[in-house]
């Protein structure tokens, strides 16, 4: 079994950078692509990035132009480095992976972490 560990989260005044980091470990494995979402107090959980083992990344409308994501393959661990952070940027992050499975591909979930941007 693989576990996903984010970290970084915390509080930050609005215009102000956070990085956050999801480390994988546990049984080897391969993971496809790794995910970072959002969920908002009352909103449904939003995809927010992506970067695959080719390191091609997309992101949300929201965020494009402000936030990075990237991976340290040897560290197993994905960043996500969020700038010109906004109060709606307020949410619980959580990083999700895909991971390889010959029967079927699975997806494993953080518990997440907070990230609160005041204006």
């Known amino acids: 079994q693989v576990q996903l560990v984010e970290s970084g989260g915390g509080s930050v005044q609005s215009g102000g950078s956070l990085r956050l980091s999801c480390a994988a470990s546990?049984?080897?494995?391969?993971?496809?692509?790794t995910s970072w979402y959002r969920q908002a107090p009352g909103k449904e959980r939003e995809l927010v990035a992506t970067i695959n083992t080719d390191d091609m990344t997309t992101f949300s409308g929201s965020v494009k132009g402000r936030f990075a994501i990237s991976r340290d393959s040897a560290k197993s661990t994905v960043y996500l480095q969020m700038n010109n952070l906004k109060p709606e940027d307020t949410a619980v992050y959580y990083c999700?992976?895909?991971?390889?499975?010959?029967?079927?591909?699975?997806?494993?979930w953080g518990r997440g972490t907070l990230v609160t941007v005041s204006s």
């Open positions: 546990g049984s080897v494995v391969v993971i496809y692509k």
């Open positions: 999700k992976a895909l991971v390889a499975n010959p029967n079927r591909n699975y997806d494993v």
